[in-house]
């Protein structure tokens, strides 16, 4: 059963020494810290705070600052880049990204966002080089193949497009089935051809699918491990969800969303870009041996409600009465 409430609309991104607000292309994680010069360190910090505040200029100011005292800091071109795309201000972005790999060779992160910038220009055979070599320095990273596929789309090579998605299922849950997952993807894109829209909308759309169907997969995922696979057994499925980020519904909480006839015995919740999700176990009171799995989301938009449904009576085989809106 999966449930609806009230939608709310929830998007980050991880950035070198910072995380801020972004668009859907602009995802990326970089593992290794870089160094900053002693004599920026508090103004690149200071910057750092500003963007996760929204002050966009302030941050733009304080990378120059630190930029001019110390013109080889990679680190405060990446982070300027990030917030010069954040400002859609994507030639300059590129340069910033340029000057991070000029003066580190190699830096995967910088690799990616620099093909992200170029895919926002258009340059899509330059975006697709970059994304190649972001692919090579850092494989295991399932951004890098996101950002991709949305290149392979803007170049209308569904194949590879699709491929990538694969790769990035994987890396974002070992555990899952890619190709029933690749199967109920293709059962969202379907929507779009039904739609008849071209050019960029239809790309737009498309990627949008992509996006919603991936993170949708990896609560799916959650779920199957968690609630229905290990039935009751309630102590290892919390291990299991707050090794994964999940937060545990307190026993107040369970005791105010039981109801005379069902008892809530678990609950677990996590915020992710689609929204508020809570993975709840109940049990029968009629029928104690019943133990039921339902998802409750406050999602952004009602089409990603529909998205959840569709893809979750795809793998669980639920019936559409189960699907509520509230």
Known sequence: MITKSTWLLLATVGVCALSAP??????????????????????????????????????????????????????????????RYLRKEFE????????????????????MNRGVALSNLNRLDEAIVDLNKAAELDPANPDVFFNRLIVHVKRDSMDEALADYDRMVRLDGPGLNIPEARTRLKALLGRVDEMAVVGRERNRRIVAEIDHARTVEQVLEFTERTCIRHGDDTSALTTLAEADGWSS????????????????????????????????QSR??????????????????????????????????????GHQRI
């Open 249 to 280: 519904a307190t026993e107040t909480q369970l005791k105010q969303g039981s109801t005379p006839t069902v008892k809530l015995t678990a609950g677990w919740t996590l915020t992710n870009r689609l929204g508020s999700i809570a993975v709840i």
């Open 284 to 321: 029968s009171l009629r029928y104690p041996n019943q133990i039921a799995c339902s998802i409750t989301a406050r999602l952004g938009d009602a089409h990603w409600f529909d998205d959840f449904a569709t893809l979750f009576t795809s793998k669980f085989d639920s019936p559409p009465s």
């Open 22 to 83: 972004a668009s859907l292309e602009a995802v990326t994680n970089d593992p290794s810290p870089l160094r900053i010069n002693d004599t920026g360190e508090e103004i690149h910090e200071r910057a750092a705070q500003a963007v996760l505040q929204g002050r966009l200029f302030e941050a733009l100011r304080g990378f120059d600052e630190v930029l001019a005292n110390n013109p080889t800091n990679a680190a405060a071109y990446y982070n300027r880049g990030n917030v």
């Open 92 to 111: 300059q972005a590129v340069n910033d990204f340029t000057f991070a790999l000029k003066y580190r060779p190699g830096f995967a992160a910088a690799t």
